[in-house]
C-alpha cells in the first residue's frame, strides 16, 4: 500500500538519479529490556534467553539489590548491564528502567521483609511503585509475572494472598492505560521444587528420604477437578515463553499466558519418576487439605491456601481450564530466535526433568 503523502515528481525519470552519494539505511537500535530481580529464578531465566537471541534485537538490563554478589556477576557474564536498584525506592526504579522499551517483574510474595512484624507494607504497594517507576520511565511494554484471583474465582470461599496481590498489581498496570502492552507470564508449579532436600520432609521425604520399606513418598492434598497439576521448568521454559512474549507483545496484550511445560497428576508425576529412576515411589493423599502442614512457614502457607483454592475451583490453577498449547508456541518461536532446532524448541516433559536430575547421580 502505498503512502498517502505527496508524491510530488517522483514518476519523473529526472527525480530517479541525484548526485547524492548512496546512504546506507540504519540498523535499528536494540530494543532495551529490563529485568526486575535480575538473580531470581525468574528473572535469570528470562535474561539467559533473551541473551542468545540470534537477531540481537533487544539490550538487556538487570536490577539486583547486590551487584557484587556471586549471581549477579554470573548474569553480568551473559552481557547484560547490571544496575543497583531497590522496588521501594521509586527514584532508583525510574532510573533503572530509563530508556527501556520493555520490562520483565516478578515481585517476590515470600521476600523476608513482609515476615517482619513490624512492616506494614504489602506486596501490592511494592507491585504499584514498580509500575509507576516504568510508566514514569516511558516503558512500552510491561510483562508481569502474575496471577489470576484466587478470592474472585472462588467467589471468596479461599483467598490468597500471594495469587491475589499479584492479581491486583497486574489489574493495576493494566488500568494505568500507559503501557503499549501489559502481559502476564502466570508460572506454574516448579519443576525446581523437586529438587530442594529441604522441602523433602514437608511432603513426605520424596525424592531424598525413603520411608521405612524403602519407598519414596509424596505426600499431599490432591489437586482437585481433573488433578491437571501444571508443572514450569522455571530453567529450561520459562525464559523461552516470556522470550517468545516480546518477540510479538502486542499479541499478548491484555492476556494471562499459563506459562506451563507438563501436565500431570501428583499421582502420574510420582509413577513417571519411579519410571525413570527405577526408585520404588508412590503418592500419599491428605485428605484435607487445611490438614497440610506448613511448619509456621509463609511459603508453605502459601502453598497450603493453594491446594484449598484449586481444589475449590475444580482444579483450575488460572481460573480456565489448563493447556500448555500457548506455551509451547512461544517456547518454539523463542527457541528459534536463539538459533535452537528440533528437540530444543519443545517444552521440558517430567520424564526428561527427572532423568537430569536424579539419574546417574
Partial sequence: ????????NEDHPSARFTNKPFEPFEEMSPKLITV???TGAQGSSVLRSLATNTSNQFALRGTTRDPSSDSAKRISALGVELVKA???????MVAAFKGSWGAFVNTNSDDPI????GNTRTEVELGKLVVDAAIEAGVEVFVYSGFNSAKEITNGKVANPAFDDKYAIGQYAKSTGAFKSVVLASPGDYF????????????GGFPFIPSEDGTLIFRSPKWGGKEDVPFISISDDYGDIVHGIFLDPEKWNGKLVQAVSDIRSWEDSIQAFERVTDKKARFEEIPR????????IRALETVKLMFGFCQESGGRYYGEETEKHTAAGLKKAA???????DDQTKLLTLEEFFKREFVGK
Avoid: C, K
Wanted: zero cysteines.
Fill in 289 to 296: 487439605w487445611q490438614d497440610f502442614d506448613t511448619y509456621g
Fill in 86 to 92: 531497590d522496588g521501594w525506592d521509586i527514584a532508583s
Fill in 335 to 341: 527457541a528459534e530466535a536463539r538459533g535452537l532446532s
Fill in 114 to 117: 513482609f515476615e517482619d512484624p
Fill in 192 to 203: 525446581e521444587n523437586f529438587t530442594h532436600p529441604d522441602l523433602a520432609p514437608v511432603f
Fill in 36 to 38: 526486575f530481580g535480575a
Fill in 1 to 8: 500500500m502505498q503512502s498517502s503523502g505527496p508524491r510530488g
